[in-house]
Nanobody, 132 residues
């Protein structure tokens, strides 16, 4: 059974940094793409960063490029999202999610916007609140 557990959220001032963690178990990292999504108050979930250990690639949506960095540990048991220069509009619940690589490749080839992807397995989320 796939389990994803996020942590590291909190209340920070604008301009600060946070490192979110996603402890992952129950699957082989290389067979999946791990994504970070966020849901701001009153809005839907939006994908922001993705990582494939098999392909050795990361992807960021335009809204977070340059400020967000996704990575995983060497043991492939956790995925991290480092957020720098936090802005009030980053306030959201952040989720990590996993989807098998072949499905993600199909989404890519079909031209679906990664911001609108919806993966099959999700964590419970961690709240990030940025004060101005």
């Amino acid at each position: 059974e796939i389990q994803l557990v996020e942590s590291g959220g909190g209340l920070v001032q604008a301009g600060g940094s946070l490192r979110l963690s996603c402890a992952a178990s129950g699957f082989n990292f290389d067979d999946y793409v791990i994504g970070w999504f966020r849901q701001a108050p009153g809005r839907g979930q939006v994908g922001v960063a993705f990582i494939s250990t098999k392909l050795g690639r990361t992807y960021y949506t335009d809204s977070v490029k340059g400020r967000f960095t996704v990575s995983c540990d060497n043991a492939k048991t956790a995925v991290y999202l480092e957020i720098n220069n936090l802005m009030p509009e980053d306030t959201a619940i952040y989720y990590c999610a996993a989807e098998i690589l072949p499905i993600v490749l199909k989404l890519l080839s079909a031209g679906f916007d990664p911001a609108n992807w919806h993966f099959g397995s999700w964590g419970q989320g961690t709240q990030v609140t940025v004060s101005s």
